[in-house]
């Protein structure tokens, strides 16, 4: 069994006029949490995480959720550049995300998180209603894309979008309208399409923020392997090299002075 670490993410702060406990704690809040750490912590590969238990203790509200050891550390390494730079532009856009929901979410409700791993216990983030943890605008910026995958579901009571199972960026999330997909005249689920959208991309890294995704067009995508025109190919190929004997002195000759 792999070595064990863990995450804390501590809150304080008042519930009315009580001092938060976990009898005090709002459900809703304890969703919230539950709801972002997995961003925080594993960025873009939340799907793929190891397993995480969780646990509430006392001392204000201790949110404890047990990971592996290598997870805590990586993520300890996380909290150490982010309280050395105390800015999230250098972090994946899904964890920067993360830190900004807390950082909306101590505003709003006028609390402080404090957030460790075991790995590094003086790694310590603190986010209050005075912190500005937030990236720079200017290093991002919109723009568009084209996607290819397998459309895996689509609609949604609320908000509408579909999910686009991609080989490149993994499962997808693009944000759509009702109206985009009643228009469809056949049914899209799990066929392979192409799809137009826009979101932000960090001008530096090139990153896609996968949270802003917006669906513009969904295009018809038809793969196909032909065969015989690729044996046509080989076959041309192959005619242009008979007799050949030294393919690098007779590409040379060819090239004459010219250095690729």
Do not use: C
Request: no cysteine; charged share 20%.
């Amino acid at each position: 069994m792999p070595q064990e670490g863990y995450i804390e993410i501590i809150v304080d702060g008042k519930q009315g006029q009580f001092p938060l406990t976990p009898d005090t704690y709002d459900i809703k809040d304890l969703i919230e949490v539950l709801h972002t750490v997995e961003g925080l912590v594993f960025g873009s590969l939340k799907n793929q995480r190891p397993t995480m238990s969780y646990s509430v203790l006392e001392g204000s509200v201790r949110h404890r959720f047990k990971t592996t050891f290598q997870s805590a550390l990586t993520f300890a390494a996380i909290l150490a550049q982010v309280q050395q730079s105390n800015s999230l532009d250098d972090l994946e856009a899904t964890t920067a995300k993360a830190f900004e929901i807390f950082q909306i979410s101590a505003q709003k409700k006028n609390v402080e998180y404090r957030i460790n791993s075991s790995a590094n216990q003086s790694a310590t983030v603190v986010i209050n209603p005075t912190t500005a943890l937030i990236r720079s605008k200017e290093l991002w910026a919109n723009a568009e894309f084209y996607f290819y995958g397998t459309i895996v579901d689509a609609g949604g009571k609320g908000k509408a979008n579909i999910h686009l199972d991609t080989q490149e960026y993994g499962l997808l999330k693009i944000a759509t309208n009702k109206s985009m997909l009643s228009e469809l005249e056949l049914n899209p689920l799990y066929k392979q399409y192409g799809v137009r959208a826009t979101g932000m991309q960090n001008l530096a890294t090139r990153e896609i923020d996968k949270t802003t995704l917006l669906l513009i067009e969904i295009i018809d995508y038809h793969p196909a392997f032909d065969e015989q025109y690729l044996q046509s190919l080989i076959e041309k190929g192959t005619k242009s090299w008979e007799g050949v004997e030294d393919p690098d002195t007779w590409l040379q000759q060819l090239r004459g002075n010219y250095e690729v």
